[in-house]
């Protein structure tokens, strides 16, 4: 599974792949899609929103410029720095917070407080849905503390 093809990523990158380099790029467009379906969700190719396959061909472009995870390369006197900012995960496939944040939106995970009404056991709830929990999948409330439920 990959939410973006080999043709998208090399139009993206500014020289031409060896075989060696299209062999890893195809492996790196694998690792972003995984990491994308695991930050995210598991979203079919075909339906997978636009910005997933942005996501995914930023990581891996950026580790195609730099697969060696290198912060500083010399030659004579030119000198090419790369940002070490993410530290232990130079050097693989990644995802910035920013972007993960943005997968989490897509795939309807907000981080964040729920509240659920509690009352003492014994007592009768002001909610209509008595004995009932809200979940955050797309399914009828769980019950809990209730004589009607799966049990």
């Keep these: 599974m ?5 043709d998208e990523l090399r139009g993206r990158l500014d020289w031409e792949l060896d ?8 492996t ?3 690792d972003a899609s995984e990491l994308a ?6 979203w079919p190719e075909a339906t997978a929103p636009r910005l997933v396959k942005t996501l ?17 390369s010399r030659a004579g006197d030119e000198t090419l720095a790369w940002s070490d900012a993410h530290g232990r995960d130079a050097g693989s ?13 897509l795939a309807g995970r907000k981080p964040g407080l729920a509240s659920a009404p509690i009352f003492a056991w014994g007592t009768k709830s002001r ?13 009828d409330r769980f019950p809990m503390f209730t004589n009607r439920g799966p049990w």
């Excluded at 496939?93 to 939106?105: C, G, M, P, S």
């Design 28 to 30: 790196s467009l694998d």
């Design 19 to 26: 075989e060696d380099e299209l062999r890893i790029a195809s």
């Design 93 to 105: 496939v990644y995802f910035t917070r920013e972007e993960i944040r943005l997968l989490e939106e």
């Design 127 to 139: 909610t209509k849905a008595e004995g009932l929990v809200p979940v955050d999948y797309k399914g």
């Design 37 to 42: 379906a695991m930050y995210g969700r598991d």
């Design 2 to 6: 990959a939410y973006a093809t080999l």
């Design 56 to 72: 995914v061909l930023k990581a891996a472009s950026r580790y195609m410029r730099n697969p060696n995870g290198y912060t500083q």
